[in-house]
């Protein structure tokens, strides 16, 4: 059960808009956006992220590998299962999604990201110039290192709720696997 209140009527005003514009995305409305409705300026904060990255240069398939990834290092299996959804939704494998949970991928370009974003969340961003290095090595521009790091502070955002406050998951679930 949630730590706060988890909406299904009477809530906040300025949510009811954004959470119908979800509704309308995901045919239902996810447990942890009603959670997040809590706060309307929140929600504002994590569906304008949604949407703002989903149109980035990135591309919904290295999004959702990277929300995985996260999510399986943070332990969190709202997430993960959201974004095995998602990813699978988006073109992505069965066989790389499960890979991307622990930071690998066959695409040299798909792993340098993958192994810096688990190293920006491993290690609170204290990282070097060769950790950045390693993604431009690969192609990266710098505008696209910056677009990963919005993906981890999105989907740390994200963790941080559905592990803290434990948003019931409401997608079918999905199995953490041990990162080495």
Known sequence: MSRVNIFTENLPE?????????KEVFGTTPNMFKVVANS??????????FGALGGGVLG????????VAI??????????????VL?????????DISEAQVGRSTDAKTAAALSFVLKVVSDRAQITA???RALHDVGFTDGEVVEIMAHIALNLFTNYINVAL?????FPAVALLPVA
Request: proline residues 7%; contains cysteine.
């Open 14 to 22: 300025a949510s009811q808009p954004i959470l119908a514009q979800i």
């Open 40 to 49: 309307p300026a929140a929600l504002e904060s994590m569906w304008g992220s």
């Open 60 to 67: 919904p398939k290295l999004g959702e590998q990277i929300a």
């Open 71 to 84: 999510a399986n290092r943070n332990l969190c299996e709202y997430c993960l299962a959201a974004h095995t």
């Open 87 to 95: 990813g699978k939704n988006a073109g992505v494998s069965e066989k």
């Open 130 to 132: 060769d950790n950045v």
């Open 166 to 170: 434990e948003v019931p998951v409401d």
